[in-house]
Nanobody, 124 residues
Framework: QVQLVESGGGLVQAGDSLRLSCAAS????????MGWFRQAPGKEREFVAT????????AYADSVKGRFTISKDNAKNMVYLQMNSLKPEDTALYYC?????????????????WGQGTQVTVSS
């Protein structure tokens, strides 16, 4: 059974930075790509960023490109999301997810394990 536990969310002001962390257990972490998704109230869950099994490939949603960076530490079974220049529209519940592929995965149905989410709130 895979377990994903996110942390690092909080309340910040526009322009600030946050680093989200996700600790994984239960399946060979290094063999699978990882992703971050987010869901704002009243909206569907949306893709934010993904990283391949070895960390060599990444992809981002256009809305966060240039501001967010995803990284993966296979030795520690951790994935991170560094978020800079935060905007009020980044406010959402952020989820860590593990895909069923080794390659980058931008589609929600490519993921079969999810964390419980960590709240990010950006005030203007």
């Amino acid at each position: 059974q895979v377990q994903l536990v996110e942390s690092g969310g909080g309340l910040v002001q526009a322009g600030d930075s946050l680093r989200l962390s996700c600790a994984a257990s239960g399946r060979t972490f290094s063999s699978y790509s990882m992703g971050w998704f987010r869901q704002a109230p009243g909206k569907e869950r949306e893709f934010v960023a993904t990283i391949s099994w070895g960390g060599g490939s990444t992809a981002y949603a256009d809305s966060v490109k240039g501001r967010f960076t995803i990284s993966k530490d296979n030795a520690k079974n951790m994935v991170y999301l560094q978020m800079n220049s935060l905007k009020p529209e980044d406010t959402a519940l952020y989820y860590c997810a593990q895909a069923r592929t080794r390659l980058i995965a931008t589609i929600i149905t490519q993921y079969d394990y999810w964390g419980q989410g960590t709240q990010v709130t950006v005030s203007s």
